[in-house]
């Protein structure tokens, strides 16, 4: 979501309590509008419970639509991370092969391994938050997919292992593009336009109901407005799982398998 972009400074909490401030406050300027330029527009008390029903009916199904896609950036969160999993499995699986072939040239791709390991937590995981990936983590994987291709055991009983290794380079390569891809991976900014249409309907049927304000009417639509906007807020958070370490997906297994790198070196 490109309006999240302008907030990567705000905590993540901080984004979704502020998101529903302007609203509230263009709701505040609309109902002035109405009393200055349209005195005549007040509502009588049948109109106003009929406003109040229209506001609970619009707030309440565009609540259902957002809790339904909330619970799918969750499950889309989950996938992304098994993903990130499988990756660093792939990382150590080849270290492992890597160390176990024979001759000291195919040993010698555990380094560049590694190298590109470090590169893609340092460099390339703040880089997803932008939603591409870094070119100087393609260059390490180049170099060490070189290694590979030209290190790989050639004699005949070490085919099956040699195999093995640029089978597994193949993922490792395959892993890291579906990464960015997933990065770059987000909701159709057609479904915010409507979003954030109902949103300014249901705000300017809420400054039209409280035409002259009670301290409750008041309350319970602010309320309304407050409730949407920050699902809304929570659902732009969770839409780009690459954002944030605490909300969205993490960077820990690759973490931990530069642990391990380390200590086998």
Not at 14 to 28: C, E, K, N, T
Not at 122 to 131: G, M
Not at 148 to 156: G, M, Q
Not at 192 to 201: I, K, N, P, S
Request: proline share 5%; with cysteine; aromatic share 8%.
């Amino acid at each position: 979501m490109g309006i999240l972009l302008k907030f990567n400074f705000l905590p993540d909490w901080l984004f979704i309590l502020v998101y529903s401030i302007p609203p509230l406050l263009l709701m505040w300027l609309i109902h002035l509008g109405f009393q200055k330029f349209a005195p005549q527009w007040e509502l009588n008390d049948r109109d106003e419970n009929m406003a109040a029903g229209g506001i609970a009916s619009a707030a309440a199904l565009t609540g259902i639509v957002l809790a339904f896609v909330l619970a799918l950036s969750n499950q889309t969160i989950d996938d992304y991370q098994s993903e990130i999993r499988i990756e660093a499995s792939q990382i150590r699986n080849l270290d492992r092969l890597l160390a176990a072939s024979h001759g000291n040239k195919i040993k010698e791709c555990r380094k560049p391994l590694l190298d590109y390991s470090k590169s893609i937590l340092q460099v390339e995981w703040p880089k997803l938050q932008q939603q591409i990936g870094s070119p100087i983590t393609t260059a390490m994987l180049a170099k060490l997919d070189d290694c590979v291709l030209i290190n790989s055991p050639k004699a005949e009983s070490q085919s099956a292992t040699s195999l093995e290794i640029i089978k597994l380079m193949s993922q490792i390569t395959e892993s890291r593009e579906k990464r960015i891809a997933n990065s770059n991976s987000s909701l159709s900014p057609l479904f915010w336009f409507v979003m954030h249409l109902g949103l300014m309907l249901t705000i300017i049927l809420s400054a039209l109901s409280f035409y002259t304000p009670g301290i409750i009417r008041v309350i319970n639509c602010s309320i309304q407005v407050i409730t949407l906007c920050m699902l809304m807020a929570l659902t732009m958070v969770l839409d780009r799982p690459f954002s944030s370490e605490s909300n969205g997906v993490t960077n820990q297994p690759i973490r931990d398998t530069i642990a391990h790198l380390e200590a086998e070196k």
